[in-house]
Structure formats: structure tokens, C-alpha cells
């Protein structure tokens, strides 16, 4: 029952990333490793519950009014985002680039809010979630926040042509580099290509999510990065205060 589950959501999560443009079953079984007997009776579930609609019998399906309806309804995280969406607005505007809200669920990096303010950047969030929790700013910042047996075991399950960020390329040396993520209150590094920036948000003390930036190379220099990083520890430190509540005795 949890396979069949499993293959159902992955095939409603490709059909999802993908509308407008429809994904037929040939296109999905390929990409998910599926029977295409399988996949074709999975789709006609969902068809048949209205998850999703068939465009045509040659284009496939996309994601139908059932999906639109609970989209409406789930409000994940209402409060940290009606917060933290006006925050991100006016970060990225001032930046004049590329901010983000992401959480990790079950060993991976979603992103709940993302704003770009770059012309010059096309940034495509083209999938419901990412396996890149040792090569993101704020999927490191993610990992040096959970407990470190958990942190190791998401380490030891990336991908195999994953790369991570240099500090992270020997095993032995993860422990020490998410502690001096912690010590420093987040995470920033420039390379030939791009800054990244991302400090964590809390709730009462206790981990909530990450808050990050990207900007690139030729955008960030000194002056621009000391900005950057000032700016995002401020919106962090203001957004947590604001979602954390204080309760008084006496």
C-alpha cells in the first residue's frame, strides 16, 4: 500500500511541477522508473478523483481542479508566511535580487516562498522539492540546526553525483563545518559564479526554517555582501521576534 502511495504522489508531484504543459504516461513512467502499465493505472486513479485533468489522448494530463481546491485549503505554515512574505518582498526589492524561504520534510529542501527582483536572472523553481541539502546555503544552514546523527544520515544519503560546498566534501569534516555555521549564525560564501547567503529563523528559540540569498558574482562585492549579510541577520532577527510568543507570569 505505502509503494503504490509512494509511486502515486511521485507522479502527481512531476504532473504538478509541470502544468500548464502536460506529461503523458510514457513521459512519466520513464523519468519515475515505472511499468507503464502501473503509471497508466495510477493516472486514471487520479483522473478518476479528479487530482488530474487529460488534456488529450496524445499531450497527457495536468493537474486538476481537486489539486487548485486543496492548494486553497492547506495554508502550510499560514503564519510564518503571512509574516514572512511581505519581509522577502522588501528584501529582495532592496537586494535588487534572488531571497527565499525553505524547510527540510523528510530529507528534503522545500522552498515555501521566493522572490526575485533580478531582470537579469531567470531563477526556475521547477520541482516541489530538492535533493541539494550540502551544496544550498540554506539547505547547509538547514542541516547545522537538526540533530547531528540526523544531519550525518541526510549526508550519507545525497545523491551520487552530488557536490557539495568544499567544506563538506570529506565526511569527517561535517561536524565541524555545521558547528561553525552555528557559531556564526548562518551561512556565506563567494565563489566565480555567485554570493550565497542564509541564517536561520526561530520560533521561540526552537529551529524553524531558513532565510536566504543569491546574487551573482559580479554584484557581490565586499561592501555589497557586508550589506547583504546585515540585511538578512536583521529580517531574520525581526521575523523571529514576530513569530515567536511570550508568555508572562506573576
Not at 556565506?188 to 546574487?215: H, K, T
Not at 546585515?230 to 506573576?250: H, M, P, Q, R, W
Request: net charge positive; proline share 6%.
Amino acid at each position: 500500500m505505502i509503494k503504490v502511495l509512494d509511486k502515486s504522489f511521485a507522479i502527481l508531484e512531476e504532473i504538478i511541477a509541470a502544468t500548464p504543459q502536460p506529461l503523458g504516461p510514457l513521459a512519466l513512467a520513464k523519468k519515475l522508473g515505472l511499468n507503464r502499465t502501473t503509471c497508466s493505472r495510477i493516472l486514471r486513479m487520479l483522473l478518476d478523483a479528479g487530482y488530474i485533468v487529460q488534456i488529450s489522448r496524445q499531450a497527457g494530463y495536468a493537474a486538476g481542479p481537486r489539486i487548485v481546491t486543496l492548494n486553497n485549503m492547506a495554508q502550510y505554515q499560514s503564519r510564518l508566511l503571512s509574516k514572512a512574505v511581505p519581509m522577502v518582498d522588501q528584501l529582495a526589492e532592496r537586494i535588487g535580487d534572488s531571497v527565499l524561504i525553505s524547510q527540510v520534510c523528510r530529507g528534503k529542501r522545500y522552498v515555501l516562498y521566493h522572490r526575485n527582483c533580478n531582470p537579469d536572472r531567470e531563477i526556475r523553481l521547477n520541482q516541489p522539492a530538492f535533493d541539494d541539502l550540502y551544496y544550498t546555503a540554506t539547505g547547509v544552514v538547514e542541516m547545522a540546526w537538526l540533530p547531528a546523527e540526523r544531519a550525518m544520515e541526510l549526508y550519507d544519503a545525497m545523491p551520487a553525483d552530488a557536490v557539495p560546498f568544499p567544506e563538506f566534501r570529506k565526511r569527517t569534516d561535517v561536524p565541524d563545518a555545521l558547528e561553525k555555521i552555528r557559531r556564526e549564525g548562518g551561512y556565506r560564501a563567494l565563489d566565480r559564479w555567485q554570493g550565497i547567503f542564509a541564517v536561520p529563523l526561530f520560533v521561540n528559540r526552537s529551529y524553524l526554517a531558513a532565510l536566504g540569498c543569491s546574487m551573482p558574482a559580479n554584484r557581490c562585492r565586499p561592501e555589497q555582501a557586508q550589506l547583504v549579510w546585515k540585511l538578512l541577520c536583521d529580517a531574520a532577527s525581526e521575523l523571529s521576534d514576530a513569530l515567536s510568543v511570550t508568555n508572562t507570569i506573576g
